[in-house]
Each structure stands twice: as C-alpha cells, then as structure tokens.
C-alpha cells in the first residue's frame, strides 16, 4: 500500500494560480498511474489530470491550457500546477496513485491509494 500526502492547497482569487504536491512513501514500488481528482461542493469526485510513469499524460477537457500534471519518479512526487483558476475549479483536491491496466491507466474500477485531500477554494 502507498501512503500518499498532499499539500499547497489554499484560497486564490479567479485568474491566480496554485501548485500541488503529492509525496508518495510506503511502497517498494513506482506506481504505474498517479492522478488528481476532485470533489466540488454537492459533486461527485471527479478526475481531473493522470500520469502514467513512462510521461503519457491525460486531462479533463475543463482544465486543458490551465493545469499542469507533473511527477518526479526519482522523489516519488506528484504536481498539479494550476493556473488561471475559476471559481467552478474549487473542490477538495485528491491524490491517487494506483496500477496500469495492459499498460493503460484506467480511472473506472480500479483500485487506488488516495491521499487525505487539500482543499482549493477559488473566488470571483
């Protein structure tokens, strides 16, 4: 099992930026698939950005241009950078990590790790 912290959530104002950061520890090995996910107030988690560790990335369409996905497999670390944030972009902020499927990772029923979450609160 990997153990999984996030940090660098906090309160901006629509058009600022924010950078999170996932450190995962506990386990002998890499993660195939690390990603975040979020869950907006009365909203389903949702994904939102996913790095599998040979650098294929995948975003939700409503934060391409945005958000940045990052990881540093030497340091175990994970990044979201955000920038140009909305008010529809707050929402408790997920790290998870978790096995490819045939070398994909897939987002629906597959079993992850997740971190304890960081809220993002974005003002208009």
């Known amino acids: 099992q990997v153990q999984l912290v996030e940090s660098g959530g906090g309160s901006v104002q629509a058009g600022g930026s924010l950078r999170l950061s996932c450190v995962a520890s506990?386990?002998?090995?890499?993660?195939?698939?690390m990603g975040w996910f979020r869950q907006g107030p009365g909203k389903e988690r949702e994904p939102v950005a996913h790095?599998?560790?040979?650098?294929?990335?995948i975003y939700r369409d409503s934060v391409k241009g945005r958000f940045t996905i990052s990881r540093d497999n030497a340091n175990n670390t994970l990044y979201l950078q955000m920038n140009s944030l909305k008010p529809e972009d707050t929402a408790v902020y997920y790290c998870?990590?978790?096995?490819?499927?045939?070398?994909?990772?897939?987002?629906?029923?597959?079993?992850?790790?997740w971190g304890q979450g960081t809220q993002v609160t974005v003002s208009s």
């Open positions: 998870a990590a978790w096995p490819s499927t045939s070398g994909y990772c897939m987002i629906n029923r597959v079993s992850k790790d």
């Open positions: 790095v599998h560790r040979d650098g294929r990335i």
């Open positions: 506990g386990s002998k090995y890499t993660s195939d698939c």
